[in-house]
């Protein structure tokens, strides 16, 4: 299945309406302020399914024909909203000092993918997931701009080598 992905930076004002919603609502039972004043980055991938042949639809189900996801850094979150026709609207999200991510570009459409792990929602859940963006500048910012901010707030132990019996 081929998809074609394009990742805008945006302002929270210029998000889709239900995606908005789903952030307040998230930011409001978190506690986490206001998502408009508290945002540091905020993207949007907008994921539009290409036609495939009939027997890999059979195969694959009914899948959202198009998807958004809008992603949102603050000063200690990452939250995401994934939003499509047929799948609805789930959001969720982290704290940065939880986490762990990896950034990876795919060899063919050099589309940017950001692999995060630890504890979802402030919770004992932990997750593995992947978030698949585009090709744009504006995406390789977000995938750069999250780990960075993930570094700083749970950066890697040290290396040093321990020391046995004194020597």
């Not at 027997?55 to 959202?64: Q, V």
């Not at 859940?125 to 750069?144: D, I, M, S, V």
Request: aromatic share 8%; hydrophobic share 35%; charged share 25%.
């Amino acid at each position: 299945m081929s998809y074609e992905r394009t990742t805008r930076q945006c302002h929270f004002s210029e998000l889709d309406h239900g995606i908005q919603q789903a952030l307040q609502g998230y930011f409001q039972s978190h506690g986490l302020g206001d998502p408009e004043t508290e945002s540091r980055l905020c993207t949007e991938t907008l994921t539009v399914r290409r036609p495939a042949p009939k027997w890999i639809s059979i195969l694959e189900g009914n899948l959202d024909p198009t998807s958004r996801l809008a992603m949102m850094i603050t000063s200690d979150w990452l939250v995401w909203v994934l939003s499509g026709e047929r799948s609805g609207t789930v959001t969720a999200g982290a704290r940065l000092k939880v986490l762990k991510t990896k950034i990876l570009v795919t060899r063919r459409s050099e589309e940017f993918r950001l692999e995060i792990s630890g504890l979802l929602n402030d919770s004992k859940e932990f997750a593995r997931g992947t978030f698949e963006l585009g090709a744009q500048p504006a995406a390789q910012k977000f995938c750069e701009s999250v780990n960075t901010a993930v570094l700083e707030q749970n950066p890697p132990p040290s290396k040093e080598h321990r020391r046995w019996f004194g020597i």
